[in-house]
């Protein structure tokens, strides 16, 4: 097999990415096809079935291999560890229309310029496209490279200056017709597959096809009641899993048709702004976003204004995002690489929703379009509905260890019984029919049907509690889980935060903390407007929208948000831009308002957020907000008190969740939207902690406990401080009394120094290095009054597990597994003591069957 691979040429598709592909280049043959023809109709049909089951097979007979160049039909390989086969024909795509419309030639400018994949795509001189389509997506022939790319989205090596230069003006109708063509609609469709594909595809599995075997075998032996009874339960499973399967696939085509139904507008080179179909859309297209509540049909690279998006149908949550413009930098590289935070906060994505959108003085908010149809965030989520990955569960593993038992036990009683006939003189269709019956005996035929009625009731119970499975087969999985991982913010905690106070900093040191349950108004100064500033709170039909935890902290300054206009101006600032301002009812302050300029949105990665205000007849300043220990990292560092690390350390402790907050002043002269991140992000003034309890749910304490009680292990993952996460812990019992914390710190290699690993007791504050024999922690010792195993936890950040997996992997779990034989070998026995029980009375035979089939329901419906 590998050697018939090896023959013809070979190639990754989707390189690096997770759906990566083998795939080989193979060339139809006459002759060979012929024979295959033959051979369908002298095996009776099954030779088809057997090139249905196995696609590898059906390319090796009807094909020889060949280049990917010359192939007409190429073989696809999954690289993961299952390996699975499919086969695809190359389809041609021609340009012959467009050559009378456009007047279009080898020799066109639009063709010759040979810097993008879909002018390499081009075949000269007949203009002339090869492609693949592979689970919704397009690939065309590079023919400089010699290989099938994806098409349908912008090129990855774009730097953030092309894509202006380029794209900025729009594409040409011309260029729109090309990329219409080759990269095929802006269109998500899933059509809903028919009954009779769906009965087809489910009575083709090999389980019913072997029950289709036992039943004409029983039927030849008289076996007329326990065969009927195999073929009612098989019609009632088939009928029900293609019910399923159709009422699935018309709800997912429902749920994705109005994305294909939008109207947008789209500015061309030449002709200027038009409404378009959103499935006209190319990636290229400069799109004009006007007014608000506005349905994103594609991708799409914000290169002017600013948005506020809505993204909970990709992330659950339905906090308003702020997406700012990808600035051009004078740099080749691209444009992903130079975004100095998360690249995504330019892009618009598919499916999402823009509530706002603010043009800057240059005048409409522009966006280019970078993905198109299912190579957008929401056609990759409807792939993976339509494609989910197979299981490799240990479950699955075994039960296909435990299938081949059946098959090699059915193997030995074949082989027993057909000793046993021919010795004892039967004729040879007596021996036949008795030793194709013990493989019916072995293999229980009621397995699919079993399964299938016990899958679809256990996905009924579920649906009555508001749960959804898009992948019915994982739910047999659900009775081995033996770990279950919890994020902490909304989840094991509530989603809103309760600011509890704030602790004021000087240069002199931490100032005595300010309770905002006293009632007192936070004094006004630096502090206040940072936490009146530095959020990414919206204005939307006069009412304050955002990030909860924003709320609580711009409520609590009792600020006022408006937009700047003819009421409230400050010079030099544009129209509508987010104006915060103390109430009336505050009395004289220094501050009049503060005009947010420009926005560095927070990203988890940097951990940070920073804003860029323009204070009414005063200064220009910057304010950031983020993890005390990263915005401390960017202060002047005789601004941040000695005793800072003991300060958190007493909050972390408790469980409350810490933010600090920092400030400087920027120079008037360079536009906000010009300034770099790096400039910004220096020498900043450390102003204090923002303190904020995070109260846990009602129900976290009873679900833990209940898990506890099943012995599933629990696992808390959160991007919070470590202290914090451990306090919770305790609290929601998921570390219960008596147990020890083990906190795990380790350390990259530096130049003279090897990587480091420590570890101390979080009770004491007694570090332990790894490697020295005097110093350890006994674990025995220290969960002997606990009583049981398993009395303690690590704790460690996603850095020291980095560098453990690195350096110490030998000190990572080491998860075994052993495969129980005692079922295994009862079933041999049973096996066997049928093949020597087959010359019993029909009578007995027929209830000992009925009697195996209950009991197998029974087990079947014990497991759901």
């Known amino acids: 097999m590998g050697d018939h691979l090896e023959r013809g040429q070979h190639a990754v598709l989707n390189e690096g990415d997770e759906n990566e592909m083998e795939i080989f280049g193979y060339r139809t043959q006459g002759c060979r096809k012929a024979l295959c023809l033959v051979g369908s109709i002298f095996s009776f049909g099954l030779l088809p079935l057997v090139f249905y089951w196995k696609p590898a097979w059906h390319v090796w007979a009807n094909c020889v291999p060949c280049s990917l160049q010359e192939a007409d039909v190429v073989l696809l390989r999954t690289t993961d560890e299952f390996q699975i086969y499919s086969w695809k024909k190359v389809m041609w795509i021609s340009l012959s229309a467009l050559s009378s419309t456009f007047g279009l030639t080898p020799d066109h400018p639009l063709v010759i310029d040979e810097e993008y994949i879909i002018n390499r795509a081009i075949r000269k001189p007949d203009l002339k496209v090869r492609y693949i389509k592979v689970q919704k997506i397009r690939y065309v022939w590079n023919n400089f490279e010699e290989q099938f790319q994806k098409i349908g989205s912008l090129e990855d090596w774009l730097s953030s200056t092309k894509i202006h230069v380029k794209f900025g003006s729009g594409l040409t109708t011309e260029e729109q017709e090309i990329r219409r063509l080759i990269c095929g609609p802006n269109a998500i469709d899933v059509e809903i597959t028919p009954i009779w594909k769906l009965l087809v595809k489910e009575v083709l599995n090999p389980f019913y096809i072997f029950q289709l075997f036992s039943v004409c075998l029983w039927f030849s032996e008289d076996y007329k009641e326990y065969a009927f009874a195999i073929i009612l339960m098989s019609v009632i499973s088939i009928a029900l899993t293609v019910y399923d399967l159709r009422q699935q696939s018309v709800k997912v085509h429902h749920l994705v048709e109005s994305h294909n139904s939008i109207t947008v507008s789209v500015c061309e080179r030449k002709a200027g702004v038009q409404e378009l179909e959103s499935h006209f859309l190319v990636p290229g297209d400069l799109l004009i976003l006007t007014g608000s509540r506005v349905q994103m049909p594609c991708d799409a690279i914000l290169i002017d204004g600013s948005c506020v998006v809505d993204e909970g149908m990709l992330t659950g949550e339905s ?128 397995l699919p049907a079993a399964l299938t009625t016990g899958i679809i009731y256990a996905q009924r119970r579920l649906k009555k509690r508001g749960i959804f499975c898009i992948s019915p087969q994982r739910i047999n999985v659900c009775g081995q889980l033996n770990l279950v991982c919890f994020d902490k913010t909304g989840t094991l905690t509530k989603g809103g935060l309760d600011l509890w106070g704030v602790v004021p900093c000087t240069r002199n040191g931490f100032q005595t903390i300010h309770s905002f349950a006293s009632g007192k108004a936070l004094p006004q100064g630096p502090l206040c407007a940072a936490m009146a500033s530095c959020h990414s709170l919206i204005l939307l039909d006069g009412t304050i929208q955002g990030d909860p935890l924003d709320l609580k902290m711009f409520e609590a300054t009792k600020w006022e948000m408006t937009i700047s ?206 490697g020295h024999q005097d110093n350890y922690i006994n674990i025995r010792e220290e969960t002997s009054d606990n009583g049981k195993e398993g009395g303690y936890h690590f704790a460690l950040s996603g850095k020291s597990f980095h560098v453990i997996s690195q350096h110490f992997n030998s000190l990572l779990p080491k998860v075994t597994s052993a495969l129980l034989l005692l079922g295994v070998l009862i079933y041999c026995f049973v096996v066997i003591a049928w093949a020597l029980l087959v010359q019993v009375s029909m009578k007995i035979k027929i209830f000992l069957k009925f009697y195996f089939l209950l009991k197998f329901l029974q087990f079947s419906y014990n497991i759901v």
């Open 565 to 770: 206009g003819e009421d409230f101006h400050i010079e030099g600032v544009p129209a509508h831009t987010m104006v915060v301002k103390p109430r009336d009812t505050i009395g004289q302050t220094s501050v009049e308002g503060l005009a947010v300029l420009h926005q560095f949105p927070f990203s988890s990665a940097l951990q940070r957020m920073t804003v860029i205000v323009q204070e009414r007849g005063g200064d220009r300043l910057a304010f950031m907000k983020g993890s005390p220990e990263g915005v401390a990292s960017f202060c002047q560092p005789d601004t941040v008190p000695t005793s800072f690390i003991s300060e958190l350390q007493i909050y972390t402790t408790q469980g409350f969740r810490v933010i600090a907050l920092a400030y400087k002043k920027l120079e008037t002269d360079c536009p906000a939207t010009a300034m770099l991140r790096e400039k910004v992000e220096s020498d900043l003034i450390f102003l204090g902690l923002l303190i904020l309890e995070n109260r846990l749910k009602e129900e976290t304490k009873p679900v833990l406990e209940e898990l506890i009680a099943a012995r599933i292990r629990t696992v808390m993952i959160t991007g919070d401080n470590l202290q914090t996460a451990i306090t919770v812990a305790r609290k929601s019992g998921m570390v219960s009394e008596g147990q020890k914390v083990i906190l795990v710190e380790a350390n990259e290699a530096t130049g003279s120094s090897s990587a480091s690993l420590s570890w101390k007791l979080v009770e004491e504050k007694k570090h332990v290095p790894y």
């Open 319 to 446: 906090i308003p995002v702020t997406k700012t413009p990808l600035s051009p930098m004078d740099s080749s590289a691209p444009w992903k690489m130079q975004c100095e935070a998360d690249p995504r906060q330019h892009v618009l994505f598919c499916g999402t929703e823009v509530i706002q959108a603010k043009a800057t003085s240059s005048g409409a908010v522009r966006a280019v379009v970078l993905q198109t149809g299912f190579n957008t965030a929401k056609g990759d989520l409807v792939r993976s509905i339509l494609y989910p990955k197979p299981m490799n569960f240990k479950l699955y593993r075994d039960a296909i260890r435990f299938l081949l038992c059946f098959v090699g036990t059915a193997t030995i009683g074949m082989i027993y019984s057909l000793c046993v006939y021919v010795l004892s003189g039967e004729p040879l269709e007596e021996v036949v029919r008795k030793a194709l019956d013990v493989i019916t005996i072995a293999v229980p035929p009621a």
